[in-house]
Nanobody, 120 residues
Framework: QVQLVESGGGLVQAGGSLRLSCAASGRIVSINFMGWYRQAPGKERELVADITSGGSTNYADSVKGRFTISRDNAKNTVYLQMNSLKPEDTAVYYC??????????????WGQGTQVTVSS
């Protein structure tokens, strides 16, 4: 089994910053993509940013220039630095990872979610 544990959410004023962390543990051979998604009330879950094991990144247009995704492969950990936060960034943020658990199996895992609330 693989577990993803997130931390770093909270309440912040508009214009502020937060840093999310997500650590993967368990039966891990390697991790390809790691990423962050978010889901606001009444909306579908959407991709915020993802990163490959080689460090290639991808961002939603709404967060480009404000958020930065990074990872520490040795620690199986992905980070999301969020700057210049806006009220519309308020959502539950979920960590996602594509984990190879054996030579024959690669699966997607999700964290439990962490609430980010941005007040105006």
């Amino acid at each position: 089994q693989v577990q993803l544990v997130e931390s770093g959410g909270g309440l912040v004023q508009a214009g502020g910053s937060l840093r999310l962390s997500c650590a993967a543990s368990g039966r891990i051979v390697s991790i390809n993509f790691m990423g962050w998604y978010r889901q606001a009330p009444g909306k579908e879950r959407e991709l915020v940013a993802d990163i490959t094991s080689g460090g290639s990144t991808n961002y939603a247009d709404s967060v480009k220039g404000r958020f930065t995704i990074s990872r520490d492969n040795a620690k199986n950990t992905v980070y999301l630095q969020m700057n210049s936060l806006k009220p519309e960034d308020t959502a539950v943020y979920y960590c996602n990872a594509n984990v190879r658990v054996s030579l024959w199996g690669e699966y997607a895992y999700w964290g439990q979610g962490t609430q980010v609330t941005v007040s105006s």
